[in-house]
């Protein structure tokens, strides 16, 4: 089987350590609501289909949405954002904690609305979207509030995911203060990027922009495109320049082996979801210099070594991937 196709055995090893992981997800949280119906005649009024309403659903949204993923594969997860003092908060708090997902650290404001997409469905055709929220961003009272509910809970997480939505929650102060958080204590640290936001994507572990994301990130027009990514110049160019890596810098492994890339010392570190994997030989590299390392905290990577690795903060036996 070639060692880019992932077995299942692997993937159960995967899985099994996943439960042994306690995740922090910070961001943008949403209510996500679908009404359900079906359609037999236009309106009188205007051009538009009546909908004969059957039944409305909810569930989480955004990086609550994330939350549930990561509880639905048994990982012990908390979300740490901002909602409304409105029903909808309440609705989606209720809906977190049915999945076990720990939500103290959700923090309420008067001067929010929680962020609400409805979806108008229609013989499973969505007809409609309304969209309620608040796009502002936090002020620092409402930053300060969640990062004092997210920093004691620090001590027990192994990793922190953040997702930023373009709602506000996610702001540079925001993210400049986890990011010391993180790296004081070996965390790894994630981020799903919001282009219009403009943050600055330095240190972290790893970023996972979609195509039209990477190159609004790198600011490059995407001209061109190509089956095989690897064979996407215009792809390369934006993952070297968002790995902030020389032109042309990009190692290709024979087939069969993983394909990733190197982060020289001094440069910004920062993985992407396609291509900051660390190779097992670099690991165990890495691993046994942190480890002689006085200061070195057991089943930690010592942030003095994150220049040396090319997925900052990864840990050996806890994120197996």
């Not at 919001?194 to 990477?214: C, G, Q, W, Y």
Request: charged fraction near 25%; glycine fraction near 8%; charge should be positive.
């Amino acid at each position: 089987m070639s060692a880019n196709v992932l077995s299942a055995a692997r993937a159960g090893e995967i899985l099994s350590a996943a439960k042994k992981t306690r995740v922090l997800v910070v961001g943008d949280v949403m209510l996500d609501q679908f009404i359900w119906g079906g359609v037999s005649r236009i309106s009188p009024e205007a051009p538009v289909p009546v909908l004969d309403f059957q039944r409305e659903s909810f569930m989480p949204g955004g990086a609550a949405n994330v939350s549930r993923n990561l509880a639905d594969l048994n990982v012990p997860t908390e979300i740490f954002g901002a909602i409304g003092r409105d029903d909808a908060g309440g609705q989606l708090q209720l809906l977190l904690n049915r999945q076990g997902i720990r939500c103290a650290g959700l923090v309420k404001s008067a001067g929010r609305h929680t962020s609400v997409k409805t979806r108008v469905v229609a013989h499973q055709q969505q007809v409609v979207r309304i969209d309620r929220e608040t796009r502002e961003n936090l002020d620092a009272g409402l930053t300060r509030r969640l990062l004092n509910a997210l920093t004691p809970r620090l001590a027990r997480a192994d990793a922190v995911i953040i997702g930023d939505y373009g709602k506000g929650v996610v702001t540079q102060p925001l993210l400049d203060e986890i990011k010391t958080l993180c790296r004081e204590r070996g965390l790894w640290l994630s981020l799903d990027p919001k282009p219009v936001h403009h943050l600055d994507l330095s240190h972290l572990s790893l970023i996972t922009p979609n195509r039209k994301e990477a190159f609004e990130l790198a600011e490059l027009p995407d001209e061109t495109r190509q089956a095989n990514p690897l064979a996407d110049k215009n792809l390369l160019r934006v993952v070297e320049k968002l790995l902030d890596q020389p032109p042309g810098s990009l190692r290709r492994f024979r087939r069969g082996r993983h394909r990733h890339c190197h982060v020289h010392p001094g440069h910004r570190r920062r993985g992407l979801a396609t291509g900051g994997r660390l190779s097992r030989q670099s690991r165990r590299r890495n691993c046994g210099r942190q480890s002689r390392h006085r200061h070195h905290h057991p089943g930690r990577i010592n942030p003095q070594f994150w220049p040396r690795l090319n997925v900052a903060g990864k840990r050996p036996g806890r994120f197996p991937l």
